[in-house]
T-cell receptor
Framework: GENVEQHPSTLSVQEGDSAVIKCTYS??????FPWYKQELGKGPQLIIDIRSNVGEKKDQRIAVTLNKTAKHFSLHITETQPEDSAVYFC????????????FGQGTILTVHP | KAGVTQTPRYLIKTRGQQVTLSCSPI?????VSWYQQTPGQGLQFLFEYFSETQRNKGNFPGRFSGRQFSNSRSEMNVSTLELGDSALYLC???????????????????FGSGTRLTVV
């Protein structure tokens, strides 16, 4: 089955800096890669996603890149703010997986004012 | 529009008991998936339901079961609770988890806030 590795496990940055979180996946048939942000006491919230027919996607300060050959994808957050502090999860799935997302282990991002 | 609603938010149960958790998906969403989140194992897929049918199942023992009703609301049940079942149980809904080779453009999975289950 699919296996997703996420790095780093913790990331500490100063406000205004950029943050990058990387994930690798094992199943070459995976074609949908969402990123979730989870704040304390809440469920994961979808912040951006990318499909395998696209190499890069951007939404304001957040961008995701996908390298299908290397089977890795990354989340880039620019101009970080204290409210970006949370746990971030990457995930991967294929269209025939019927609801099954395989998640990375998560990255605790701390943005210091 | 209302999000995914999970009830109850918190539960404390004793070993050996059974528990039922409820999930109401976003209106119009027909697929409901369940996940277990623990500090050690992270987010793990339990099962997915669509039109009252289980379409996919993760690697959990038979003590974990679920069902979906005609209005797409879903319940999961854990019987003979063990200490290791203590976790945050999350459900996620989507319009449909499968639309051919590429997931439907509006297919993002929306999670609820979860039910925190503590087994003592």
């Amino acid at each position: 089955g699919e296996n997703v590795e996420q790095h780093p496990s913790t990331l500490s940055v100063q406000e205004g800096d950029s943050a990058v979180i990387k994930c690798t996946y094992s199943d070459s048939a995976s074609n949908y890669f969402p990123w979730y942000k989870q704040e304390l006491g809440k469920g994961p919230q979808l912040i951006i996603d990318i499909r395998s027919n696209v190499g890069e996607k951007k939404d304001q300060r957040i961008a995701v890149t996908l390298n299908k050959t290397a089977k890795h994808f990354s989340l880039h957050i620019t101009e970080t703010q204290p409210e970006d502090s949370a746990v971030y999860f990457c995930a991967a799935t294929r269209g025939t997986s019927y609801g099954k997302l395989t998640f990375g282990q998560g990255t605790i991002l701390t943005v210091h004012p | 529009k209302a999000g995914v609603t999970q009830t109850p938010r918190y539960l404390i149960k004793t070993r050996g008991q059974q528990v039922t958790l409820s999930c109401s998906p976003i209106s119009g969403h027909r697929s409901v998936s369940w996940y277990q989140q623990t500090p050690g194992q992270g987010l793990q897929f339990l099962f997915e339901y669509f039109s009252e049918t289980q379409r996919n199942k993760g690697n959990f023992p038979g003590r974990f079961s679920g069902r979906q009703f005609s209005n797409s609301r879903s319940e999961m049940n854990v019987s003979t609770l063990e200490l290791g079942d203590s976790a945050l149980y999350l459900c996620a809904s989507s319009l449909d988890a499968n639309k051919g080779p590429f997931l439907d453009i509006s297919c993002g999975y929306t999670f609820g806030s979860g039910t925190r289950l503590t087994v003592v």
